[in-house]
């Protein structure tokens, strides 16, 4: 079997060459001059959008299983504000369950075109009917029947049985408006803390906490 190809730690020189590049993204300290996380995530969110390839959105979900296992995939961010990190996807799914067994969470966003990473731990809360039905209506019809088709996290068969279920319900909403399935919601991860890390040459990172405290937060820099 072919070993994997596991980059070697950087060595001094490939440090001195990437230091411009980590300067120029994170070298400016009034980054970290902020009292509050959601007012520095939405600006680093931002820098993202207009960075990083691909869904700049992207966030890893991590939740307990029914074992108290950690469980983890990417799902997408699609609103933040002074309530939390929202999110949408199947209440039937892994996660859906785990999250009404275990209503509690961490987030992790990876930038690596910006060097950067957050952090966020918090409880969980589902979004209200209203928000789950304005957000599920802005999605693309396809997207909107494959809600309905998909049995999330649950065995298949096949490819074939999910395009056929796909079928099935693109000619059952034929003509007709698709309507969010009452199995279909979303969630806010309302934060207790969120930890942003910023990439600086050989390892000696800028790590900051924000802790929540009551209505307010308190903050600190953490050793790399």
């Known amino acids: 079997m072919t070993a ?7 060595s001094r020189e490939e440090y001195a ?3 411009a590049a980590a300067l120029a993204a994170n070298g400016d300290e009034t980054l970290f001059d902020r009292p509050e996380p959601i007012g520095l995530f939405t600006q680093w969110l931002a820098e993202a959008a207009a960075h990083e390839i691909n869904d700049p959105n992207a966030m890893t979900l991590s939740t307990l299983d029914a074992e108290g296992l950690p469980d983890a995939r990417i799902v997408l961010l699609k609103d933040v504000d002074a309530r939390g990190f929202t999110f949408y996807s199947n209440r039937e799914s892994a996660k859906g369950q785990e999250l009404a067994a275990h209503p509690v969470a961490a ?4 930038w690596k075109t910006l060097r950067r990473q957050v952090r966020v731990r918090g409880t969980v809360q589902p979004v209200t009917a209203q928000e789950a039905d304005a957000y599920f209506a802005s999605r693309a019809r396809e997207s909107r029947i494959g809600a309905w088709a998909s049995d999330q996290s649950r065995p298949l068969a096949s490819r074939q049985a999910l395009e056929a279920a796909v079928a ?6 034929e003509g007709q408006d698709v309507p969010r399935p009452e199995r ?7 934060p207790t803390t969120v930890e942003f890390w910023r990439d600086r040459p050989f390892r ?3 790590r900051l906490r924000f802790t929540r405290d009551g209505d307010a937060w308190t903050r600190e820099r953490l050793w790399p």
Do not use: K, M, N, Q
Not at 107 to 110: I, P, R
């Open 107 to 110: 987030l992790t966003f990876h």
């Open 204 to 206: 000696l990172h800028d």
């Open 184 to 190: 279909w919601s979303g969630w806010r991860v309302t």
């Open 4 to 10: 994997p190809v596991i980059p070697p730690s950087p």
């Open 17 to 19: 060459r990437d230091y």
């Open 168 to 173: 099935r319900e693109t000619a059952r909403f």
